[in-house]
């Protein structure tokens, strides 16, 4: 199995010359690629293997040269097909993109990673040429940790995005097979306890603590900022601790939400305060998170429907909106009780494996210790 993963290193060791010069370049590449929009939007996506000279040529009054001018062609058509696939089920929804000039997806035919040339305080330099006008940039780059990490795990790509700030580097990791195992658990995402398993364990009980610090600050200032990059680190935490436990485990299911935010539909039954915590709680974050884990370390990662799954008696399976009070769970017909965020978990799971998908994974282990 190959993964790609991503890194992204400062270009604040450049001078102030080669910034406000990369800014230049980046909003020319701006203005160019929009042309492109504009004429393939009216006109028809061609693939990328049709960008002949003529189109190519295109726009008028441009400096850039026609290697970089190939390269906004290539930005807009991927613009261009990623908006028509995201609303394939909405076309009303779908609108022209319009690029801001602020990135650049550059391959090695415009930018080259080169050694540091014998200086101490970089570890290489990223070569910019064929820009146009005879500008070339060499911007100089400093490794940390992460990127290092990736140097030693995979190969790296010659392709980059490149900003004013950063460029980001990509690398092709190969993992190998999945695991094959029967060993699967279900996981409860939530504000009182950010993981909940159908064994008992519950992980990021702090979480809600973050939320309610994030909501305290003003939305914008840098309190808020702060706060918000405190949570991501509380939830990689989170998902460092349950990866230490991989090697027993095949299989993680969660809940597939989407759309909950402060303006989401449940805005009938919630009060503000409930919306203002469900509109600043990262589980998007914390999803991605979890499931780049599950890549890396070979566990297969499934979602199903997270309708009724803290409502539902995991014995009887009887299904009521009084067997849940606040965190308690207990059923109104057989009189199971327990956690309410753990019987989600015993749900989800089930769900998963009386499923068509299921199937394989049957007989499995589910009610293993951590220990």
């Given at each position: 199995m190959k993964?790609?993963?991503?890194?992204?290193?400062?270009?604040?060791?450049?001078t102030d010359s080669k910034r406000s010069e990369l800014k230049r370049v980046l909003t020319e590449y701006g203005r160019v690629c929009n042309i492109f929009i504009e004429h393939f939007w009216k006109n028809g996506t061609p693939s990328k293997s049709e960008l002949l000279k003529e189109t190519v040529d295109l726009p008028e009054?441009?400096?850039?040269?026609?290697?970089?001018?190939?390269v906004a062609a290539r930005e807009a058509i991927d613009m261009i097909t990623a908006v028509k696939e995201r609303w394939k089920n909405k076309p009303w929804k779908i609108s022209m993109p319009v690029h801001k000039g602020r990135r650049a997806l550059v391959s090695c035919t415009i930018a080259e990673l080169q050694d540091k040339k014998d200086s101490s305080e970089f570890d290489a330099w990223l070569h910019?040429?064929?820009?146009?006008?005879?500008?070339?940039?060499?911007?100089p780059v400093k490794y940390h940790k992460h990127i290092n990490k990736l140097?030693?795990?995979?190969?790296?790509?010659?392709?980059?995005?490149?900003?004013?700030k950063y460029v980001q580097l990509s690398f092709e990791i190969d993992t190998g097979p999945k695991k094959s195992g029967k060993n699967a658990i279900g996981i409860d995402t939530g504000i009182k306890a950010l993981a909940s398993l159908n064994n008992g364990s519950q992980f990021g009980l702090a979480i809600e603590s973050c939320v309610e610090?994030?909501?305290?600050?003003?939305?914008?200032?840098?309190?808020?900022?702060?706060?918000?990059?405190?949570?991501?680190?509380?939830?990689?935490?989170?998902?460092?601790?349950i990866v230490k436990h991989f090697e027993k485990i095949d299989l993680v299911v969660v809940e597939k939400l989407k759309n909950m935010n402060y303006k989401s539909k449940l805005k009938r039954r919630l009060s503000k305060n409930m919306r203002r915590s469900i509109g600043t709680w990262a589980y998007r974050y914390w999803l991605k998170r979890l499931e780049?884990?599950?890549?890396?370390?070979?566990?297969?990662?499934?979602?199903v429907a997270p309708f009724y799954t803290s409502q539902t008696c995991p014995c009887c399976g009887h299904a009521d909106r009084g067997n849940r009070v606040l965190q308690e769970f207990r059923c109104l017909k057989c009189g199971h009780a327990g956690n309410a965020d753990i019987v989600a978990a015993r749900n989800i799971l089930t769900r998963f494996l009386t499923g068509v998908y299921g199937a394989r994974y049957k007989p499995y282990e589910t009610m293993f210790s951590f220990s």
């Open positions: 993964l790609i993963r991503s890194s992204k290193c400062s270009l604040k060791f450049a009054g441009t400096w850039l040269s026609a290697r970089l001018r190939k910019l040429s064929s820009i146009g006008e005879k500008v070339i940039l060499d911007l140097f030693a795990q995979g190969k790296r790509l010659n392709s980059y995005i490149l900003t004013e610090r994030i909501k305290r600050c003003d939305h914008g200032s840098q309190g808020q900022k702060q706060a918000r990059r405190a949570m991501r680190q509380r939830i990689d935490e989170v998902v460092k601790e780049q884990a599950c890549e890396t370390n070979r566990v297969s990662f499934r979602t």
